[in-house]
């Protein structure tokens, strides 16, 4: 009798080994689930929005940039752009160092 009860033990084992295969890969598709839409998701949004913020940029526009240096675009160039920083002073940031697009108005007497 031993015998028999053996045996039905290993083939349960089996059986179990082979949906628990599935059950441990579980949790690491679901922790990348959760990667995606807290973290990479969001970050591939705001990156794409960045950028056509970015492309639209023209003379005139009040912008911040990621150094705290508010201005408004004097001249726009394909990778720079001169900031006029106060009346007379003005300087060359490069686009994607724009963090912010302000309303007009921000800078007060230009």
């Not at 679901?30 to 970050?43: A, C, E, H, N, T």
């Not at 009040?62 to 408004?72: A, C, P, Q």
């Not at 106060?86 to 007009?104: D, R, T």
């Amino acid at each position: 009798m031993d015998l028999f009860i053996s045996s039905a033990w290993a083939q349960d084992a089996g059986a179990a080994g082979s949906g628990g295969a599935w059950m441990q890969l579980l949790p690491l598709v679901l922790i990348f689930v959760v990667f995606y839409f807290l973290l990479i998701r969001p970050q591939t949004k705001r990156a794409k929005e960045h950028k056509e913020m970015v492309s639209k940029l023209q003379s005139g526009d009040e912008i911040v940039t990621n150094g705290g240096m508010l201005g408004r675009i004097a001249e726009v160039g394909d990778n720079f752009i001169t900031l006029e920083i106060a009346n007379g002073v003005s300087i060359k940031v490069q686009k994607f160092q724009v963090s912010q697009l302000m309303p007009k108005g921000t800078i007060k007497g230009g």
